[in-house]
Each structure stands twice: as C-alpha cells, then as structure tokens.
C-alpha cells in the first residue's frame, strides 16, 4: 500500500497502475509493486522482490512495456487495448503459461464459460522470459457436406463429429498436425486440428500454430470433445 498521496498519484498517472484507495492511497498487488520498483519508482528489499516474482510479473512487465494498461485479476491480467476505456470491460484477459509446461486447460475453459465480451489470450513465457501472445476461442461447427467425389480418409473417435457433420478429413501431417479438415466450400483446407494428449506441452502448441500461420490455416485444438481455436496475436 502507498500511503503517500503525491507519491501514490505519480504511480497510477503512470498508465494507471494500481488501484486508488481512499485518503489518496494506492493498492499495489506484487506484480504491480514489482514494476514499480523496476521502474524506480519506489524500493523493495530483496526478500519482497523474491516473495513477489511470479510468472504473472513476466507477462505483465511485458504488456506494461509495451505501453498497455493492465490490471491484475484473480484468473490473470486485465488488459485494455490502446485508446480503450479503462472503466468499462477489459479488451481480454491474459493468462500466463511456461513453454515447458504440460498442457492445462483449466483456467482457459473457466474463462471462455464466462462467455463475457473480452478476449482470452494467453501469454507463453519462453526460457528467455520473452512473452508470445495467443488468442483462444471457443468453435462450433456448423453441417456441411463433402464435394462429390471427395471423402474422409480418417476414422478417429476424437474428431467423429466433424465427418458426421460432413467435413473432409485427411491426414495433417505435412503441416505437423494430426488432421487437416475441409468443408464444402474450401478449396484448400481452412483448419489444422490438433488432438491433445497427454505429455503435450505450450511450446508443441506454439510450433503448430507457427506452422498455421505461415500457410494461411487456423489451429484447432481437439480435447476431451472441446474444440479450441488458437492465433497468434500482437499486443
């Protein structure tokens, strides 16, 4: 807590960080007291700085350096898109993940069944603390039929609903994925699916969707019957 009132004022006039109390005080949660010591703004004492460093700090230093306005929430962070409103709803919730990490979706499904108008983002920290951004969403699909002549070459129980629902499916492995799926419409294949198993982890994601991204095709993530989409996004 920042009890000095011109102090506490300089702080949040600096992208807003921290949350304004009353008598003019400042509520600073540890990634936010983190940066504001980085930023010299006040001092921490070793032992603070080592009781605070957390994975949330990694991303948030990175979106605050970026120039953005972050808020820390309970899930992740808040973050509001330049020339946003900041007392109105977050652009997107961000949520930290370590490239060595095995896969957990859990936060991710407890943010998208919120269903609220903001963004999932999650921020995949490299072993240089380099922080890469991606958006997840939820995906449906719609009925479609295959083209004459053209069939399914796959039999998986993992994606059974997409060949009931009439979409192609082929084998994805020049694209390092499992299946690559077309619609009536698509000439090429719009989608990467990717079956998620155990043993997987955030870096295999962020190799996919490099792949993804370099020949114009969207990633999705198959797991446990969820249908997951993921893009690379920038900040």
């Known amino acids: 807590m920042i009890t000095n009132e011109r102090l506490a004022a300089q702080i949040y006039n600096k992208g ?3 949350t304004p109390q009353e008598k003019g005080y400042l ?4 990634e936010e007291a983190l940066y504001c010591d980085y930023r010299k703004d006040i001092e921490l004492s070793d032992k603070e700085r080592d009781k605070f460093q ?3 700090f990694i991303v948030y230093k990175d979106l605050k350096d970026r ?4 808020k820390v929430d309970d899930l992740g962070l808040r973050v509001y898109d330049r020339k946003t409103e900041t007392k109105g ?3 997107a919730i961000v949520l930290p993940k370590k490239f060595d990490d095995e896969i957990d979706f859990t936060n991710i499904f407890e943010e ?9 983002q999650i921020g995949i920290i490299d072993s240089d603390k380099d922080v ?3 958006v997840i969403k939820n995906i449906e699909w719609p009925n479609t039929k295959m083209k004459e002549g053209q069939n399914s070459t796959i039999d998986d129980e993992e994606v059974k609903e997409l060949i009931d629902k009439g979409y192609q499916l082929n084998s994805g492995l020049k694209f390092g994925t499992h299946y690559r799926v077309y619609d009536y419409e698509s000439k090429h294949a719009p989608w990467l699916i990717h079956v998620v198993r155990e043993g997987i982890n955030w870096l295999d994601i962020a190799r996919m969707v490099r792949v993804g991204h370099g020949v114009n095709k969207i990633i999705v993530l198959s797991y446990k019957k969820n249908w997951l989409s993921i893009e690379w996004i920038k900040p």
């Open 16 to 18: 807003k960080t921290g």
């Open 89 to 91: 709803q977050a652009s």
């Open 67 to 70: 120039g953005l306005v972050v």
């Open 27 to 30: 509520l600073l949660h540890p």
């Open 54 to 56: 957390n994975d949330n």
């Open 132 to 134: 890469v951004y991606y």
């Open 112 to 120: 998208l069944g919120k269903e609220l108008e903001r963004r999932v």
